[in-house]
Structures are given as structure tokens and as C-alpha cells.
Nanobody
Framework: VQLVESGGGMVRPGGSLRLSCTASGFTFERYAMTWARQAPGKGLEWISS????????DYSDSVKGRFTISRDNAKNAVYLQMNRIFLEDTAIYFCVKAGREYYTRGPRGQGTQVTVSS
């Protein structure tokens, strides 16, 4: 299993970023996928999951209405569109080969850093 996140960077509050995760080494279309994040000094936080078919996405209250998860099974990719970014969104963002229930145990990539600063 290999998961490679990209798209992070520095952004101002209120800005937008689009994170991408490219998967390989497993049958991507058969698995729910999750985005999680880890802020400095904190544990891994679940933020969004999407099922195999790409419908019925689920979001944490902290990102609901601002972030959108999507996937492209033809490209073995999952995305996280981040809009109206807050300072507290600063974290390393990981994609995880798992749904919400098992996101702490699933394989994940090396992460991509998102830093929000004015």
C-alpha cells in the first residue's frame, strides 16, 4: 500500500487549498478513504471520509461546510478541497486507507503540511 499526499503549503486565513492523495498497491475502488490531520502537539483527528462509490461523504463538525472530500476511482485518487481556511486548520494532513471507524489503524501516507498564517 502506498499513499502519497500533495497540495499542502502556506495559506492565509480565508484562503483555499486542494489536497490530493494518490493511492497504489491495492484495489482503490473497493475501499472507503479518509482524510485525517494532526496539529502540533495533538493527536490524529478525523476530518472526513468517503465511501467506495464517492457518495455520502461525512465530515467532522470542525470542517463541515468548508471542506469537500471527493474521489476519482479511475485515477486512484482522493481529494480534499479546503475553503475558508482557519488558523486552527494548521496541521499535517494524511489520507488513510480506511473509513471513519478505523481511521486510526489504517495505512496512511507521509502527510502534507498545511500552514495557515496571516
Amino acid at each position: 500500500v502506498q499513499l502519497v499526499e500533495s497540495g499542502g503549503g502556506m495559506v492565509r486565513p480565508g484562503g483555499s487549498l486542494r489536497l490530493s492523495c494518490t493511492a497504489s498497491g491495492f484495489t482503490f475502488e473497493r475501499y472507503a478513504m479518509t482524510w485525517a490531520r494532526q496539529a502540533p502537539g495533538k493527536g490524529l483527528e478525523w476530518i472526513s471520509s468517503i465511501n467506495m462509490d464517492g457518495d455520502d461523504p461525512d465530515y467532522s463538525d470542525s470542517v463541515k461546510g468548508r471542506f469537500t472530500i471527493s474521489r476519482d476511482n479511475a485515477k486512484n485518487a482522493v481529494y480534499l478541497q479546503m475553503n475558508r481556511i482557519f488558523l486552527e486548520d494548521t496541521a499535517i494532513y494524511f489520507c488513510v486507507k480506511a473509513g471513519r471507524e478505523y481511521y486510526t489503524r489504517g495505512p496512511r501516507g507521509q502527510g502534507t503540511q498545511v500552514t495557515v498564517s496571516s
